[in-house]
């Protein structure tokens, strides 16, 4: 099995965006973990199966291989763990009509950290026949849910503020850009 090679932290670029809630989607807001991308987090060519052997040790558990969906949609249990094994692709987070919405290139070799309440969505594979993938992970315990930003999810918008953040940064342990707040 190969291991997961780290880019350093000192050499690390890291973005992160704080998105305030828009309509009846709650993104960063009620919590402040901004959005986080780690850019170039480890070498493009990583087989998926060493993402998927080094989170568990961060306390995060891969559940799944998929492209992102299109639809926006955010999650109101869980945080999410994205990190891309091919391709490229541009994303958008926070939803269409909010006017602080962040659209983000991203590629074989990112990974992005979504916070519980924070909307995305895939607006472009620039990949050939679903070329862009990713292992998509949770906080061990976690279970995602879909929500929309639709009349009748207030509750579960609601409850974005309440779950819990993450013990370790999900890829680098103890030290990771993940355990500061925001901008």
Known sequence: MTKLSLTPLASLRVTQHLIPSHALIPNTTP????????????????????????LP???????????????????????????VYQGRAKLLFGGELNPDKIEQVVEAGDAIIIPAGVSHRLLE?????????????????????????????????????????????????DDGPSLCKGE
């Open 31 to 54: 919590h402040s973990h901004p959005l986080t991308i780690y850019h170039s987090a480890f070498p493009p060519s990583t087989p998926p199966s060493a993402i998927e052997a080094h």
């Open 57 to 83: 040790s961060n306390g995060v558990t891969p559940q799944w291989r998929y492209t992102m969906y299109s639809q926006s949609h955010y999650h109101s249990t869980t945080h999410e763990v994205l990190c």
């Open 125 to 173: 594979d620039y990949g050939k026949g679903g070329g862009f993938q990713m292992v998509g992970s949770y906080p061990k315990g976690c279970s995602w849910d879909m929500c929309y930003g639709r009349e009748g999810e207030e509750e579960r918008a609601a409850a974005v503020a309440n779950v819990k953040w993450f013990a370790k940064d999900p890829l680098y342990g």
